[in-house]
């Protein structure tokens, strides 16, 4: 970017941020301008938040993010490879001018990927979701950087259950707010978490109250539509003792040539005997065939099991994005506790994905299990990265954890990295891991039965993560298979 | 129905075929029967399409048409089945699964409309009872801890729910107890019919007491050495393959 430029975008900021000050009763007709200057400064933390007329207590919560933000190194243990990030050519907040003409904007999509949620059932569903009666699953959806529409909030409410986006918990319920937020990942805990905690824009809240069980699956939308926007959503999930919710997210982004930033934050807390459940299916847009444009999808997703019994079950089925980041732990802390990781990672072309979890035993007689799936095709790179750490006082502490690897083809690439850490001599631990490469015996069998070349590799793909895809509730399964076989297209014959 | 001209083919650049040549018409049942490794399952690989395998020389005609030109789907939809002699395991995929996505692969490529859950179901039903197969069995994984006979039993019941118009059965017999080969036999002749027909690879005179065949091939180094009828197959069983040894070489 030359220097004219940033003087200009700097000069943009400095303006709208006096506006705000000068003009705050105006403020709702401000939101006409949908977009925050290009850039990220201070004043930018500044803008959002006024943006959002937030308290003061988080504005000076963002701001030091902002500042330790500036401090902190890149990761750069992981497997992935890409250019240095260009934190100020990016828009930081976008919302769509209301929420009514926001799912038109469709219309701008490249038609190449409209053809893809065609097949998927999306662009249906998407406004069977907006319109928020046939789906009998509750929706909070977030465009860009807000949360444009959260159904069957009434009929929570009716049983104690709070879902709301994370904007409306923040003026409604402070309180549980401020008390969990960045409790369990703390702003400066990497710098993709810490640049969220600073310029974070939407995303979802749930309570569920003690001894309730959630009546339905709750489920976020995301999407990013705005050329060169990062999406930086917070979700904040928290079940009180002997709760029990599942939570569905979803995402997906139009076809950019340029990277765009995906950098969230998902914290969940389980109180004693509680149960949250966490399902992904995460299709952001990987990039073209040769790699060009997609989303760098960096985040930070932790669990909390803060009471006794409780217990944090992450299920994932990664398959879009550019770059994939992404190791959803949990904590064990309350005694007896148990966490789950059951995920599915396919790469194709050019994608590149790192990722795995962490299961920290810190309580007496906790369990975690770990089933990882990763599936490799084209020219893409893909690797399980996992920690298991038993301290001390884990007494009885138990994991098992399997990682599997298929490769498609012979340009691709899949590598398993382990780590235990066993501080407690009555742990137990058992590792398994298996790589193999998809057979033309099998391919040939299907074939020999009709079943054509891409249908029969989607098949044998899904056999493949079947006790990971099995974890997901029904609605979720279906279209998780059939993206499966989407995005494995091309890499047969 | 079937006509196999001069037929040549290698793998890995060694020739397994020689200039096969078999003919066999519409509502027909053929038998080969021939030494290990003469080239039986290369032949049914060659005619469901293996990639792997490169046809230099010969042509293949089904009804009049080319089949070599044509993808493995696009012989199974035309109504190639092959009875593996080796089923392959697909973890993870259930047989109730697999048997729907092919059914519907292939109606979808006939033109046909395809089968609803239920409809599928019930035709699954009045198959798999017919061969002796167990619900429980449809809820596991294709071939993965199938018994041998189990396998096999398996393959029938595919070919009996594709219903297909040439089906090769390759071994099929081998590791059936005497009870599943009657069976199997019997699901096999249920399907005899004047427009379809069967190409049966086995080692077993046995297997053509139940299955009568019209015709018998002597299949030695690539290529058929001897035709005849029924009583073809009890000569061999009693004076082995060495007689056509030399005279294929
Ligand atoms: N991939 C391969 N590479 C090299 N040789 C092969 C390959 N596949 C088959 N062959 C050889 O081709 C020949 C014919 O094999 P084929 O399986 O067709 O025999 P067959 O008649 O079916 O024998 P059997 O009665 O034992 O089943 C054998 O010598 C076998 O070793
Ligand atoms: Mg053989």
Redesign the pocket.
């Known amino acids: 970017m030359s220097d004219i430029s940033n003087a200009r975008i700097e000069q943009q900021t400095i303006d709208q941020v006096n506006a705000l000050d000068t003009y705050s009763a105006g403020f709702v007709t401000d939101i006409e301008s949908d977009k925050a200057p290009k850039g990220l400064s201070e004043d930018i933390v500044r803008f959002i938040s006024a943006k959002k007329n937030e308290p003061e207590w988080l504005l000076e919560y963002r701001l030091k993010a902002y500042r330790h933000w500036l401090k902190m190194p890149e990761p750069s243990w992981a497997k992935v490879d890409f250019p240095e990030i260009d934190y100020q050519d990016y828009y930081y907040y976008a919302a769509p001018k209301s929420s009514e003409n926001a799912p038109e904007t469709l219309d701008d999509v490249d038609p190449k990927l409209l053809e893809t949620y065609e097949k998927l059932g999306i662009p249906l569903r998407e406004q069977e979701i907006l319109a928020g009666v046939k789906n009998p699953v509750a929706v909070d959806v977030v465009f860009d950087s807000v949360s444009v529409a959260t159904t069957f909030k009434k009929k929570l409410k009716e049983k104690g259950v709070i879902f709301c986006s994370i904007s409306d918990a923040i003026k409604d319920y402070p309180e549980l707010v401020k008390k969990y937020m960045g409790s369990v990942v703390p702003y400066h805990d990497n710098k993709h978490a810490c640049l969220n905690a600073a310029v974070f824009t939407d995303g979802s809240f749930v309570y569920i109250p003690e001894g309730v069980r959630c009546p339905m699956e709750l489920s976020t939308y995301f999407r990013i539509n705005e050329m060169n926007t990062g999406q930086f959503e917070r979700t904040l999930i928290i079940a009180d003792k002997g709760a029990y919710v599942s939570y569905l997210e979803g995402c997906t982004a139009p076809m950019r040539d340029e990277n765009q930033l995906h950098a969230a934050v998902v914290e969940l807390i389980t109180h004693d005997d509680a149960e949250i459940k966490y399902s992904t299916v995460q299709n952001w847009y990987p990039g073209d065939e040769n790699g060009k444009g997609g989303i760098y999808n960096f985040v930070t997703k932790r669990g909390l099991c803060e009471g006794k019994n409780s217990k944090i079950s992450w299920t994932q089925v990664e398959t879009g994005s550019a770059i994939t980041w992404k190791y959803p732990s949990c904590i064990l802390k309350g005694d007896g506790s148990q966490g789950e990781f059951y995920s599915v990672a396919i790469t194709n072309n050019h994608q590149q994905a790192d990722t795995g979890t962490k299961m920290v035993h810190i309580g007496k007689n906790t369990k975690s299990r770990i089933i990882a799936k990763g599936i490799s095709a084209g020219h893409s790179d893909s690797t399980y990265r996992g920690q298991v750490k038993v301290l001390a006082g884990a007494d009885n502490a138990r994991n098992f954890t399997q990682c599997d690897s298929l490769l498609i083809g012979g340009t691709c690439g899949a590598h398993t990295v382990p780590y235990i850490d066993a501080k407690n001599p009555t742990a137990t631990l058992e590792h398994e891991a298996t790589t193999s490469k998809i057979s033309d015996d099998q391919l040939f069998y299907c074939r020999q039965r009709g079943i054509g070349e891409e249908e029969a590799l989607a098949l044998i793909v899904n056999g493949f993560c079947r006790e990971v895809m099995q974890n997901l509730p029904m609605e979720f399964a279906v279209e998780a298979q059939k993206l499966i076989g989407i995005s494995l297209e091309g890499s047969v014959g | 129905m079937i006509k196999i001209k001069d037929l040549t083919a290698e793998?890995?650049g060694?020739q397994?075929l020689n200039g096969l040549n078999l003919e066999i018409g519409a509502g027909e049942v053929h038998a080969i029967m021939?030494?290990?490794?003469?080239?039986?399952?290369?032949?049914?690989?060659i005619l469901s399409g293996r990639e792997?395998?490169e046809v230099t020389g010969g042509s293949i005609e089904m009804n009049g048409e080319n089949i070599l030109e044509m993808s493995p789907e696009e012989r199974a939809a035309a109504g190639v089945f092959l009875a593996f002699?080796y089923p392959v395991e697909i973890p993870g995929v259930q047989m109730s699964t697999f048997l729907k996505t092919a059914l519907n692969s292939v109606r979808k490529a006939r033109g046909e409309e395809e089968l609803d859950a239920l409809a599928l179901l019930k035709l699954m039903k009045q198959k798999q009872k017919q061969i002796g197969v167990s619900d429980e069995m449809l809820k596991r994984a294709v071939n993965v801890g199938f018994s041998g006979g189990e396998k096999k039993r398996n393959e029938v019941l595919q070919m009996m729910m594709l219903e297909p118009k040439f089906a090769v059965l390759?071994?099929t017999d081998s590791g059936l107890d005497i009870d599943a080969l009657k069976v199997v036999s019997e699901g096999v002749n249920a399907l005899r019919a004047e427009d379809r027909s069967f190409l049966v690879?086995t080692?077993y005179q046995r297997l053509l007491d139940y299955i009568k065949p019209d015709v018998v091939h002597v299949?030695a180094k690539?290529k058929i050495v001897k035709t005849g009828g029924p009583e073809l197959a009890l000569d061999l069983e009693k004076n082995g393959y060495a007689q056509f040894e030399e005279k294929a070489a």
């Not at chain 2, 021939?34 to 690989?45: I, M, Q, V």
Request: proline letters at 4%; charged letters at 25%.
């Open positions: 793998i890995d060694k397994i021939g030494p290990n490794g003469a080239g039986k399952s290369t032949l049914s690989y792997e395998y002699q390759d071994e690879i080692h299949l690539g």
